[in-house]
């Protein structure tokens, strides 16, 4: 599956953004899907990832309550809903796609990466 990340930007701490990631190739429903990011000087990191479909959803401790994954397969998209946003938020956000069993959130894991999309949150 081929993947492209969209949607970041430039944004003031305490501000919300939406990422999206458009897939094509292989179909998107037989896919796990992820975020992940990586900030200056710093090794690419997990951020969350959804099942299938959607019921299913994942996030590091880091965002946890702040950003929302979720999905349209009908679409061929993902989403990454992010609030509250704080500086150290700042990186390059990547979508990333697996197939296989649910409950492996290692950038190992996952074969298929998008081109990463850089937001930063300015204090």
């Known amino acids: 599956v081929q993947l492209q990340a969209f949607g970041g930007g430039l944004v003031q701490a305490g501000d919300s953004l939406r990422l999206s990631c458009a897939a094509s190739?292989?179909?998107?429903?037989?896919?796990?899907m992820g975020w992940f990011r990586q900030a200056p000087g710093k090794e690419r990191e997990f951020v969350a990832a959804?099942?299938?479909?959607?019921?299913?959803?994942y996030y590091a401790d880091s965002v946890k309550g702040r950003f929302t994954i979720s999905r349209d397969n009908a679409k061929n998209t993902l989403y990454l809903q992010m609030s509250s946003l704080k500086p150290e938020d700042t990186a390059v956000y990547y979508c990333?796609?697996?197939?296989?069993?649910?409950?492996?959130?290692?950038?190992?894991?996952?074969?298929?990466w998008g081109q990463g999309t850089q937001l930063t949150v300015s204090s």
């Open positions: 990333a796609a697996r197939a296989g069993s649910w409950g492996r959130y290692r950038e190992a894991d996952f074969g298929s």
């Open positions: 190739g292989r179909p998107f429903s037989d896919h796990i």
């Open positions: 959804i099942t299938w479909n959607g019921a299913g959803t």
